[in-house]
């Protein structure tokens, strides 16, 4: 069974950065997809960032492109989501998420993600 915690949250001002780390235990996370989700309070979960097993491909929502990068380090089992020019609207409980199979067509889905954290708060004040 695979188990991911986040850590990394906090808060931070409007154009400042954070970065999100995503351990995972009890397996090795180099065989799964990875991404990264966020949902705000009375919203949705929202695709952020999704890395596929061999790092050949990212995948970026609209709202983080160009300011947000993904990453995976298989040696140390960890996955990040590094946040640059953070907005208020950034402000979102952050999850890491794993599954095992990959579509091109459905990386953005939450629904096709095996595995979860518990997620990671992030506040990003004006």
């Known amino acids: 069974q695979l188990q991911l915690g986040e850590s990394g949250g906090g808060l931070v001002q409007a154009g400042g950065s954070l970065r999100l780390s995503c351990a995972a235990s009890?397996?090795?996370?180099?065989?799964?997809?990875m991404a990264w989700f966020r949902q705000a309070p009375g919203k949705e979960r929202d695709f952020v960032a999704a890395v596929t097993w061999t790092s050949d491909s990212t995948y970026y929502s609209d709202s983080v492109k160009g300011r947000f990068t993904i990453s995976r380090d298989d040696a140390k089992n960890t996955v990040y989501l590094q946040m640059s020019s953070l907005k208020p609207e950034d402000t979102a409980v952050y999850y890491c998420?794993?599954?095992?199979?990959?579509?091109?067509?459905?990386?953005?889905?939450?629904?096709?993600?095996?595995?979860w954290g518990r997620g990671t708060q992030v506040t990003v004040s004006s």
């Open positions: 009890g397996r090795s996370v180099g065989i799964y997809h």
């Open positions: 998420a794993a599954r095992s199979g990959f579509s091109s067509s459905d990386y953005f889905k939450a629904m096709q993600y095996t595995y």
